[in-house]
C-alpha cells in the first residue's frame, strides 16, 4: 500500500504502525508518532491499522540548549 512517511511516498506491507515502523529502521528508536495530524503513543502503535494514503509523522526528540 502507498503511504506517506514525514511527507515522502512510500510503499509497504506493513498492516499495523508498529509493523511499518519496524520496517522503516525505527524499531528500536524512540520517537513520536502520527497518523493523519492525530498523536499515536506508543503503546496504542500495535494496534493501529493503516490505510492507503495515510500520513505518518516520526519525529525524534532533539537533545541541547
Known amino acids: 500500500m502507498q503511504l506517506q512517511l514525514n511527507g515522502e511516498a512510500v510503499e509497504t506491507d506493513a498492516a499495523t ?13 524512540v520517537v ?19 490505510s492507503t494514503g495515510d500520513q505518518i509523522e516520526v519525529l ?3 537533545q541541547g540548549g
Open 17 to 29: 504502525l508498529d509493523a511499518f515502523l519496524a520496517e522503516q529502521g525505527y524499531a528500536d528508536a
Open 60 to 62: 525524534a526528540p532533539m
Open 32 to 50: 513520536a508518532t502520527a497518523v493523519n495530524g492525530n498523536f499515536v503513543a506508543a503503546r496504542a502503535r500495535l494496534g493501529l491499522t493503516l
